[in-house]
Every structure is written in structure tokens, then in C-alpha cells.
């Protein structure tokens, strides 16, 4: 098995530099978003331009997961389905069930 590729026997993944870097610095700009609403709700800020924040905060969550998901997808799920272990399917379909709702 490939240094970055998922270890599902143990639930845990060995990532690349890149890939970590990558999501790391979206969800620190995530996070900053965040910040910025608590500090537009701490200025009593106009609800609509606080609503525009907040779209745009979980559009960057929303980003985050679907580039984690494709990750996913090439890393593990393909790996597993290669080894045989079917099951993994299963795993990704609740995943995607969860993220749809």
C-alpha cells in the first residue's frame, strides 16, 4: 500500500503534503469565517449581510467536503474495492447519504 493511501484496517489515512496543506488552509480560512460572523453578530450587523456571510462560510465548508470526498473516492474506496473489500461501498453511501441531507 502507497504512503498516502488509506489503512482501513485501522480508520486512519497517511496523506500527502499537498492534500494536507490543501485542506488544511480551507478550513483556516473556514474558520476565519466564522470569526467574521461572530464579530458581525458582536457589531449588530444588518441580518441580511450576516445571512451572506454564513452562505458563503457553508459554501466553503460544503467545498471542503467535496474535495475530502474525491480524495476519498481515489484513495481508500478504490484501494478497498481493488482488495476486495466490498463493504467499503456500503461505508461511502452512508457518507454520501449523510452529506445530501
Known amino acids: 500500500m502507497e504512503e498516502n493511501q488509506c489503512c482501513c484496517c485501522h480508520k486512519t489515512k497517511e496523506r500527502s503534503e499537498e492534500e494536507y496543506r490543501g ?6 480560512r473556514i ?8 464579530g458581525m453578530l458582536e457589531k ?8 451572506t ?4 462560510a457553508n459554501a466553503a465548508l460544503n467545498a471542503f467536503c467535496r474535495e475530502l ?3 476519498h473516492m481515489r484513495t481508500c474506496v478504490a484501494e ?8 467499503t461501498i456500503d461505508e461511502f453511501l452512508g457518507i454520501l447519504q449523510k452529506m445530501m441531507k
Open 23 to 28: 485542506l488544511m488552509n480551507r478550513l483556516k
Open 31 to 38: 474558520e476565519g469565517q466564522i470569526r467574521g460572523l461572530e
Open 44 to 51: 449588530n450587523a444588518y441580518c441580511v449581510d450576516i445571512l
Open 53 to 56: 456571510q454564513a452562505a458563503a
Open 69 to 71: 470526498l474525491a480524495n
Open 80 to 87: 478497498d474495492i481493488r482488495a476486495g473489500r466490498d463493504e
